[in-house]
């Protein structure tokens, strides 16, 4: 056993790990700043209805890194989830996403957007998550009917039922929630009509060999079956083409989110594209 302990300890000092756990260590530090530094920006992402233009907006966050330019989530979301860094950083995106909700349901070319929020499960989980949501929707002014919460199929790993309490009590005023990435996860289709949902967001992956992949097709229409079945809305992401569009609405599925329309933008730039459509089509 002793011997075992050694061999932990030789690993621990493994120079390549060592330089790994430095590197994680320090790109702790460097969040912990840039949130005291308000470094995180949130942007958004066009959501697109067939005849309707516009409808919703997705908020994902950029880090303005100092040095570094903008960076994109996959290289520090996982990294505040494992520092304990998440809550800080989720309440962060949240203030932000809502403010700006409420600023667009003040101006007319705007009133009508909803904004959709991605929530980790350790956010969700987290003690007080529906109270700190009513806080920022009270403080921020944004109308709570106009907000839609992502969660990923991960929240099934945890304790469910505390879960549900959670999404019934911001649901009981207003807020909706949408499965992202749905299909990829943990999917037990029984549980779906447990949860207090509204969309079912199609992952990309699925999408992506459209409109030749036949299996990823009979998914699309298994997915919009079910939605329709249960009363749910679906929209797709990761549309880059319109012959993934155009499949997409054959099979029944008529929202939409991807490079096709826009990438993700500064709200500035969000709202002059909203401007030039409503422009192009009047
Ligand atoms: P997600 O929620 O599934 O977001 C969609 C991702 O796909 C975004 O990547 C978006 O930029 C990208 N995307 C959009 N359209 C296309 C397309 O047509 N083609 C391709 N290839 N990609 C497209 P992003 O912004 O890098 O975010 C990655 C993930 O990081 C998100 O996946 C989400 O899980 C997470 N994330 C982003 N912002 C937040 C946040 O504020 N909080 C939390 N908890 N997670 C976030
Ligand atoms: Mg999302
Ligand atoms: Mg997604
Ligand atoms: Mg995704």
Redesign the pocket.
């Known amino acids: 056993e002793s011997k075992q302990l050694g061999k932990n300890r030789l690993q621990f000092f493994d120079p390549v790990m060592q330089e790994t756990v430095t590197a994680r260590l320090r790109l702790e530090d460097e969040i912990r700043l840039g949130l005291e530094r308000d470094e995180f920006v949130?942007?958004y992402?066009p959501q697109v209805r067939d005849g309707q233009g516009i409808v919703s907006a997705?908020?994902?966050?950029?880090w303005r890194h100092p040095g570094r330019g903008f960076v994109?989530?996959?290289q520090f979301?996982p990294v505040a989830?494992r520092a304990g860094l998440?809550p800080q950083?989720?309440r962060a995106?949240?203030d932000a996403?809502l403010a700006q909700l409420s600023e667009w349901s003040r101006a007319p070319a705007t009133s009508h957007l909803s904004v959709?929020?991605?929530?980790?499960a350790?956010?969700l989980y987290q003690d007080g998550f529906a109270e700190s949501v009513l806080d920022a929707l009270k403080r921020t002014g944004a109308p709570p009917t106009q907000v839609m919460l992502?969660l990923?199929e991960s929240i099934l790993l945890g304790d469910i039922e505390g879960a549900i309490a959670v999404m019934q009590t911001l649901r009981s005023h207003g807020v909706r929630f949408s499965i992202?990435?749905f299909g990829t996860g943990y999917s037990s289709l029984g549980y779906l009509q447990h949860l207090p949902i509204s969309e079912l967001?199609i992952?990309?992956t699925f999408?992506?060999d459209l409109p030749d992949n036949e299996s990823n097709i009979a998914i699309v229409r298994a997915v919009v079956g079910l939605a329709s079945a249960i009363g749910l809305s679906v929209i797709a992401?990761?549309?880059?083409t319109e012959e993934q569009r155009a499949s997409l609405a054959a099979h029944g599925c008529h929202v939409f989110?991807?490079?096709?329309f826009a990438?993700?933008l500064p709200a500035d730039e969000f709202a002059q594209l909203l401007q030039d459509g409503a422009r192009a089509d009047a």
């Open positions: 949130v942007f992402q997705e908020a994902l966050v950029r994109p989530p996959v979301v989830e998440m950083l989720g995106v949240m996403a959709a929020i991605n929530i980790s350790a956010q992502e990923t992202d990435d967001k992952d990309r999408v992506r992401e990761g549309v880059e989110q991807g490079y096709l990438r993700p």
